[in-house]
C-alpha cells in the first residue's frame, strides 16, 4: 500500500497550488481519501476528503471556498486544489485512505497514510 503526495511547494499569499495523492496497492473505489495538515506547533487537522466511488466531499470551514477536492478514479489519484493561499495555509498536507466509505476528519478511521508534502505560503 502506498500514498504518494506531490505538488508542494512555496507560493505567494493568493497564489495557487494543486495537490496531488497518488495511490496503489488497494482498491481505490472502495476508499474514502482525506487531506490533511499539520502546521508547526499545531496538531494535525482535517482539511477535506471524497468518496471515490460516488464524489461525495466535505471541507473544513478555513478552506471552503478556497479548496476542491477531486479523484480520477482511473489514474487512481485524488487532487487538493487550493486557490487564494494565505500564510495560515502553510503546513505538511497528508493524505490518507479509509476502508470505511464515511466523511471523516477522525485521523482514526484511516488506515494508510502518505509521507506529506510542504506547502509555505509567503506573504
Known amino acids: 500500500v502506498q500514498l504518494v503526495e506531490s505538488g508542494g511547494g512555496l507560493v505567494q499569499a493568493g497564489g495557487s497550488l494543486r495537490l496531488s495523492c497518488a495511490a496503489s496497492?488497494?482498491?481505490?473505489?472502495?476508499?474514502?481519501i482525506g487531506w490533511f495538515r499539520q502546521a508547526p506547533g499545531k496538531e494535525r487537522e482535517g482539511v477535506s476528503a471524497i468518496v471515490t466511488s460516488d464524489g461525495d466531499t466535505i471541507y473544513a470551514d478555513s478552506i471552503k471556498g478556497r479548496f476542491t477536492i477531486s479523484s480520477d478514479n482511473a489514474q487512481n489519484t485524488v487532487y487538493l486544489q487550493m486557490n487564494n493561499l494565505r500564510p495560515e495555509d502553510t503546513a505538511v498536507y497528508y493524505c490518507?485512505?479509509?476502508?470505511?466509505?464515511?466523511?471523516?476528519?477522525?485521523?482514526?478511521?484511516?488506515?494508510?497514510w502518505g509521507q506529506g508534502t510542504q506547502v509555505t505560503v509567503d506573504s
Open positions: 496497492g488497494f482498491p481505490f473505489d472502495d476508499y474514502a
Open positions: 490518507a485512505a479509509s476502508e470505511e466509505l464515511l466523511l471523516s476528519f477522525e485521523e482514526y478511521e484511516y488506515n494508510y
